[in-house]
């Protein structure tokens, strides 16, 4: 698919902008950030104020209607030049937090939370992994009884990003019968953060150390009826749904880490000598670049060809299938050339500072979240009816 001239103009623009505060406002600051274990709330509003947090939503909620390609150049471009998955997971966990708002929830509740959230005033998180489930979702066990004209939610979550700071919270919940099983009993409420008897701890990570993470408690937790998104029993088929975003979202933004990992060594490669010549005029580093090249480029075309079959409203089962295929894909790329990398700067890419450390210690979260390799293996073959 060959996009229009002024749609590759307004790309490379926001590819500049985003480029631009990522150099300016992130990567400078990422090793600080990582020590301090978060970044400034300042940053939303900053992003927020060019229009990033806005971007592919609604303009009636305060968004900016875009295409998956357009959204897919934003995030290459802040991981590439922001170098920080961390930085990514916090200051976009809305958009894995509001489409379920967004889709399903009543206009009111659209109008009370999405805007303020893409005006960078308030932040928004999804929860759904439990700690006894992963990637079973049709086995958690966090209930939500209804009284009168609340639910009352008990249960635990765990690896919640934005899990500590998030003013919304969109939550996985078993309701019906009590001791009901399976994916028709879940459904899926909006908490707010500040909400009675929800408690929080952070929790200590491989990587994204300036995101944080958390372990959500909910003891009797009331919410009102009116902020259960869609109806009762129709929460798998939301959650499903959902995961097909973020996976084509974390896709791209493993291309722009491995990308990351490809500009950095290569400017080690140039300016490093060894034996009186630069690392670059070795045939072995050369030919690790060119692996690196291969991939990425691989990665790069099946990233654009999934994103122009979504925006043209082909996201059928075919369809699913390859964007559970693009996500190993992809995060197989990031992990190659961060390995690759860190293996080129040899001793310094093992300090922490480089670029390709970070990301290296960052990829198996990538590997694991939205959907692990072996879950999004099954879940192709079945789409593909193998």
């Known amino acids: 698919m060959h996009l229009p001239t002024t749609d590759l103009d307004a790309l490379a623009d926001i590819t500049e902008t985003v480029k631009r505060f990522a150099q300016h406002e992130i990567a400078p600051h990422v090793g600080q950030w990582d020590d301090a274990g978060e970044f400034p709330r300042a940053l939303y509003h900053q992003a927020a104020g060019l229009g990033l947090l806005a971007l592919g939503y609604p303009e009636a909620v305060g968004g900016t209607p875009a295409s998956w390609r357009m959204r897919n150049a934003m995030t290459l471009a802040l991981c590439r030049y922001g170098g920080s998955g961390g930085v990514l997971a916090s200051l976009f966990s809305h958009n894995i937090g509001l489409p379920p708002v967004l889709a399903y929830g009543s ?11 893409l005006r960078g005033e308030k932040i928004a998180a999804l929860a759904i992994t439990e700690p006894g489930g992963g990637s079973d979702v049709a086995a958690l066990r966090t209930t939500a009884r209804r009284e009168g004209g609340d639910y009352v939610i008990n249960g635990e979550k765990v690896f919640i990003t934005s899990g500590m700071r998030a003013d919304f919270i969109t939550v996985a919940v078993r309701t019906g019968e009590a001791g009901s099983k399976g994916a028709g009993g879940i459904s899926m409420i909006l908490v707010p953060g500040d909400s ?16 944080d993470t958390a372990q959500l408690r909910f003891d009797g937790v009331r919410v009102p009826a009116s902020h259960l998104l ?51 005029e070795r045939q072995v580093i050369r030919h690790k670049l060119v692996d690196m090249q291969m991939r990425m480029a691989s990665t790069q075309a099946w990233v654009d060809a999934v994103a122009d079959r979504a925006d043209a409203g082909d996201q059928g089962a075919d369809w699913v299938a390859h964007v559970c295929m693009l996500k190993n894909h992809a995060t197989q790329t990031m992990q190659f050339c961060a ?8 001793g310094m890419g093992f300090m922490r500072g480089t670029t390709s450390e970070r990301i290296y210690r960052e990829v198996k979260v990538m590997m694991i979240g939205g959907g692990a390799e072996e879950i999004m293996k099954e879940l192709a073959a079945r789409q593909l009816n193998l």
Do not use: H
């Open 107 to 117: 206009a009111a509740l659209q109008q009370a939370v999405i805007p303020p959230v």
């Open 196 to 211: 009675p008897g929800l408690s929080r701890s952070p929790l200590q990570k491989m990587g994204w150390w300036c995101s």
């Open 230 to 280: 869609g109806e009762e029993g129709g929460g798998f088929k939301i959650i499903m749904g959902n995961f097909n975003g973020e996976r084509l979202a974390m896709s791209a933004a493993a291309l722009g880490f491995a990308q990351a990992c490809y500009d950095e060594a290569l400017d080690w490669a140039r300016q490093r000598k060894t034996f009186g010549q630069a690392l670059v």
């Open 339 to 346: 390995d690759q990398a860190v293996q080129i700067l040899g």
